[in-house]
């Protein structure tokens, strides 16, 4: 399991019913109902995903998050998951609420574009960035919405959502002391828990 996910995997609780956005191989859920017994559901629009999903026994669903989560009730679930997806959907901040309708909490998780690599890269050749966390040119990148720490933290203060917990990690998907001294400017990854407002 990649590294991002098994941080994601250490703030579920056991037997939880979880609900992965843009559940991929269905790597997570996998891995979930293994080591702690959780009930869950992955979501993934990708016919090649959605069957090796099966042939795991994962839980999918073929469904495009750009439609949204309508069909879900309120509170249909403990956590709602999306790892790094929020910044190639069309209308993040209508599915961030959703999230939290359907889900007493949620973890986000996205590559921050205020990384101090990108800011030299588009200071220094005036293009458009191009990392290892960031791989893609903009001509054909999936990412539609990029954002940095700052922005993120601000549209969860916009909508009230509560932020238990956030993680800022390198390229590595590790925490290093000096991340925390101006994470927005060397962290490439943000990994937030979230709650609904206190």
Not at 25 to 30: A, K, Q, S
Not at 44 to 59: H, M
Not at 129 to 154: A, G, K, M, Q, Y
Request: charged residues 25%.
């Amino acid at each position: 399991m990649r590294s991002d996910l098994e941080l994601v995997a250490k703030l579920i609780q056991p037997e939880a019913r979880v609900l992965d956005l843009g559940c991929g191989e269905g790597d997570l859920l996998d891995n979930l109902q293994q080591e702690k017994s959780v009930i869950g559901y992955g979501l993934d629009k990708d016919a090649e995903n959605i069957r090796t999903c099966l042939s795991r026994g994962v839980n999918v669903i073929e469904q495009d998050l750009d439609q949204g989560l309508s069909n879900f009730n309120d509170d249909a679930f403990d956590m709602v998951i999306m790892t790094e997806t929020i910044q190639s959907v069309k209308e993040p901040e209508r599915l961030l609420k959703e999230m939290l309708r359907i889900g007493q909490e949620c973890v986000v998780t996205f590559p921050n574009f205020g990384h101090w690599r990108c800011r030299m890269q588009l200071a220094a050749k005036g293009k458009m960035p191009v990392s290892s966390h960031l791989p893609h040119r903009w001509f054909d990148t999936p990412n539609i919405h990029l954002c940095t720490f700052s922005d993120f933290e601000s549209l969860c203060a916009d909508l009230r959502m509560h932020i238990i917990q956030r993680r800022v990690v390198n390229q590595q998907h590790e925490e290093r002391s000096v991340i925390n001294l101006a994470p927005n400017l060397f962290g490439s990854y943000g990994f937030y828990h979230l709650g609904r407002p206190l």
